[in-house]
């Protein structure tokens, strides 16, 4: 590792403070290339053990081998923030990536929405998982590996099952519905009253017990650890654990165009500024920059997937060119890449960048589609709606209690995968220890029903 | 702010190249194929011709698992964005190369399918299952025998080459010149030659007569339940005894020997005369087989409807030749039909065992049975030769 490096952090530090960017501090970490696959794969320096990270780790590691995908940095917001640079960089990359990380930490800190969920999870994520690692490590100990292993078979199964919109320290549902109305004093009251005074006062209404759920429920980490009849302490706990996860991963995965595109603009102009910056460093270091942001392969003529780096740089490029960077950063602040992309995608800077549609048929024909400017923002969005998960929700809980579930195909446009949704409910089942169904449609779009056996 | 944290001091190892967490859950991982392995060890292994196959391994294709998540169905038509240069209209894959669209499934890893081959040692699967399901280790049937064989007694000055024996040599160098340091010299008289005699042997050979019913009646699935159930028999009674061999017979209304690997391939027509597998297999054992230095085993598959007149015969050739075997098992194979050797054949064999002959029996419905059918005859057989 460089110590050459070192010496240009601060001084970049104070570059961007000048350049306006507003950031809490960040601590620099140079770790091997293994460790650095790891955190891509777990999400976070030290998380909860579980198989399907296993898996994960191995598909990293054939496309590593294959040559694929080479990670330069990996960043933890928070106060301070964290980053993780490959050892392996070179000093052109680390300049580039010390850059690309202040970004971030400036997007972080301001984006409403990292804001609103940092709030919920407190800024100290990094520190709250290796917690939760160690409370399972825990659970392991005590209760056995195949039981702890059941409970995040479920949990991690329902990952992206959370509403960001409710507070991480969630409320069980009233347990009574509101109260009637007091009755009116009128005129029929008063003389009614005057006839047998004792009896007047005996006009209150019993209360009534609320459902549950009083409403579709699609917090279902939150509901199953809160209402499964027969869960033990401990299992709910690791519900909670991974659901305070999932707080934390969705600002990442729902600003991920704005935020990519964020730190990719400001390392470049850092990049511009920093005077101070050896001349090749800089040269390679712009190289390194045109590799990131590279929409389409350079053996290529067409790309079937959009570069989230590219898009984000290229609009942000265009709304500070054209709007100044006041707006630009109100944009920053108030957006996620819903409302960034359908506002801020236009018609001309989607032709300029040869952004098209294309359908891809199961035979594996693909064919380009006409242009359509909102057509294409939905296509570029749509993987992204309700935490890329099917909308399921939590619709009741009968007598003997059976969990219903129901999935609304008529957001997502079309029914679930019958086997997985199968395996899921297998999953659930073992923690909620009743029957479980679920309702969803099938390829005619007729109501099914699914069951655990 | 001021340290970095970058590096570490030197010499001092940091807490994550201690060891590595994506290794550690992918054996997790491993681990769980494994098991799931070999949950269905009765299935893999029906599909080859293993019993007498000399390889040791059997090599098992298996995807990753995958860790289910809620997903919409595959619809027919996927839309993606793209980037590049291409008009609309423009077909830019034609049908038939099978590619995913572009765009992945969030958080999965669709498709990309990798492979991976496990090769699983039989010996190692066998002790699992004795493990597992704690199965007595059988002890070899030693019966008195007339045959014999050479062993090693005591040594000579004289002898064959071959059978020089060194180190005693060597010892009585020493004793004879008392010095050590010198150079060794031998002289004829330092010479030991090992020397063998002659001796009785305890019959320590085994033959396993695996017998099937092959008449119409029998599917294919049948036959390969039973085939599964051979395969395990053989490995467990391989464990016990140093030579065994196989016999393969299978009868219609007639009998015949086969190798193992025509054997699970035959298939016959018409009905079903027991008594005649049961005379073959007689006839072999008188052939080849002598009661007193050889253990002999006879495992009979069938539906177990035999024909109605054959029972007399049956009865008497099968108990003669579980006279003179350590144990006669049969398992009835009716996919589908579970009617609990409320048959024929059952009844024959629940006589046998009522009448204090080391037999049993077992219904064979599905895979999953083939476990416990081994158990059984397993746990039969170790009571049989304790009593």
């Known amino acids: ?453 | 702010m001021e340290d970095r944290g970058g590096k570490s001091p030197s010499g001092l190892t940091k807490w994550y190249e201690l060891f590595s967490r994506g290794a550690r859950d992918w054996l997790r991982h491993d681990e769980k194929v494994r098991d799931s392995v070999r949950e269905n060890l009765p299935q893999i292994v029906a599909g080859a011709d293993v019993i007498n196959d000399s390889t040791k391994t059997v090599r098992v294709p298996v995807r990753m698992l995958e860790h289910y998540h809620f997903r919409l169905r595959r619809p027919e038509e996927q839309q993606g964005a793209g980037q590049g240069a291409a008009k609309p209209g423009d077909v830019l894959q034609g049908p038939q190369r099978q590619r995913g669209s572009g765009e992945k499934g969030p958080g999965g890893q669709e498709d990309g399918e990798v492979q991976l081959l496990l090769e699983l040692k039989i010996d190692d699967i066998v002790d699992w299952l004795w493990e597992e399901m704690q199965l007595p280790n059988l002890k070899a049937r030693v019966g008195p025998s007339d045959e014999t064989d050479w062993v090693r007694e005591g040594w000579d000055r004289r002898g064959a080459r071959s059978r020089l024996d060194r180190r005693r040599s060597f010892k009585q160098l020493v004793k004879r010149r008392g010095n050590p340091n010198a150079t060794p010299t031998f002289t004829d008289d330092d010479l030991r030659f090992r020397q063998l005699a002659r001796r009785k042997q305890p019959a320590i050979h085994a033959v396993v007569f695996f017998m099937l019913d092959v008449s119409g009646s029998m599917s294919d699935r049948d036959r390969k339940l039973a085939k599964s159930f051979f395969f395990w028999v053989v490995q467990g009674l391989r464990r016990e005894y140093r030579s065994m061999e196989t016999v393969f017979v299978a009868h219609t209304t007639e009998a015949w020997e086969f190798t193992e690997s025509e054997f699970f391939q035959v298939s016959g027509t018409g009905g079903t005369v027991a008594s005649t597998g049961f005379a073959k297999v007689r006839e072999i054992m008188d052939e080849r087989y002598n009661p007193a230095r050889c253990n002999i085993y006879l495992f009979y598959a069938s539906d177990g409807d035999n024909s109605m007149g054959d029972n007399a015969l049956a009865r008497e050739t099968l108990r003669s030749i579980a006279q003179d075997a350590c144990f006669t098992g049969y398992v009835e194979v009716s996919s589908g039909l579970s009617r609990q050797l409320a048959t024929e054949t059952g009844r024959l064999y629940a006589e046998l065992a009522a009448s204090g002959m080391a037999a049993g029996s077992y219904a064979l419905n599905d895979y999953d049975d083939v476990w416990g059918a081994v158990r059984h005859f397993f746990t039969a057989e170790s009571k049989a030769i304790e009593s």
Request: net charge negative; glycine share 4%; hydrophobic share 40%.
């Open chain 1, 1 to 453: 590792m460089s110590e050459d490096w070192q010496s240009y952090v601060r001084r970049i530090e104070e570059l961007a403070a000048r350049s306006g960017l507003d950031f809490h501090p960040v601590d620099f970490e140079a770790v091997p290339d293994s460790f650095m696959m790891e955190i891509a794969v777990y999400g976070l320096p030290v998380r909860m053990p579980h198989w399907s990270f296993g898996v994960r780790y191995i598909y990293q590691l054939i496309q590593r081998h294959m040559g694929n995908s080479r990670l330069f940095e990996v960043v933890f917001p928070g106060n301070p923030g964290h980053a993780y640079l490959a050892d392996s960089n070179g000093l052109a990359e680390n300049v580039l990536v010390t850059a690309h990380v202040l970004g971030h930490a400036d997007f972080s800190k301001n984006n409403l929405l990292f804001q609103r969920c940092q709030g919920q999870v407190s800024e100290h994520i990094v520190e709250h998982a290796a917690n939760h690692a160690r409370q399972i490590q825990q659970a392991i100990e005590q209760y056995g590996r195949e039981r702890v292993e059941i409970v995040l078979d479920a949990a991690l199964a329902l990952e992206q099952h959370i509403d960001v919109d409710q507070t991480l320290r969630r409320q069980r549902y009233p347990e009574y519905l509101p109260d009637p109305k007091p009755l009116v004093d009128d005129d029929f009251r008063k003389r009614f009253a005057a006839l047998d005074p004792s009896a007047a006062f005996n006009f209150t209404e019993v209360k009534k017990k609320a459902p549950v759920p009083p409403h579709p429920e699609r917090d279902l980490l939150w509901f199953i650890a809160t209402y499964a009849p027969d869960m033990e302490s401990w299992e709910r706990d690791i519900f909670l654990a991974v659901r305070e996860e999932s707080f934390y991963f969705y600002p990442v995965f729902a600003t991920q165009i704005m935020n990519e595109g964020w730190a990719s603009y400001w390392h470049a102009r850092l990049l511009r500024e920093a005077d101070f910056i050896p001349q090749q460093a800089y040269v390679d270091a712009i190289k390194c920059h045109s590799d990131v942001v590279r929409p389409i392969a350079a053996d290529q003529q067409v790309a079937l997937s959009i570069n989230p780096y590219h898009l984000g740089f290229s609009m942000w490029e265009k709304i500070i060119e054209k709007e100044g960077l006041e707006t630009a950063r109100k944009i920053m602040q108030q957006d996620d890449d819903f409302g960034f992309v359908r506002n801020y995608l236009t018609r001309e800077l989607a032709d300029e960048l040869h952004m098209f549609r294309y359908s891809a048929r199961s035979d594996g024909q693909v064919k380009v589609l006409e242009n359509d400017l909102t057509a294409l923002h939905e296509t570029v969005i749509h993987h992204k709606y309700n935490f890329g998960a099917p909308s399921v929700s939590a619709q009741h809980i009968r007598v003997d209690g059976t969990l219903e579930l129901v999935h609304d195909h008529t957001v997502d446009g079309r029914g679930l995968d019958l086997e997985r949704s199968r395996r899921v409910l297998e999953y659930v089942h073992k923690v909620w220890r009743r029957p479980v169904i679920l309702q969803t449609v099938d390829q005619q779009g007729s109501g099914l029903e699914i069951k655990t056996s």
